[in-house]
């Protein structure tokens, strides 16, 4: 297992992961539609857009937060 410590980079890794993987299908099949060899061109996507955003989340998720934090009321 991995340590609790590195919460931060699996959280980014698998939401990188499952949000580039649908949103390069989506982005594939509205564009392509479904043609005969949509998943290689789904995959090829899905890798180029992997690795633009895991790197993007790590980076923009401190950030993130903080904005969440500034528009959320104290309870």
């Given at each position: 297992m991995i340590k609790r410590k590195y919460i931060t980079?699996?959280?980014s890794f698998f939401m990188a992961f499952f949000m580039s993987g649908l949103m390069s299908l989506m982005v594939s099949l509205?564009?392509?539609g479904f043609i005969d060899n949509i998943v290689f061109v789904w995959l090829k996507a899905w890798a180029i857009a992997f690795t633009i955003a895991?790197?993007?989340i790590l980076i923009i998720s401190p950030h993130v937060q903080k904005l969440v934090e500034l528009v959320l009321d104290e309870e």
């Open positions: 980079q699996v959280f509205i564009n392509m895991f790197p993007t």
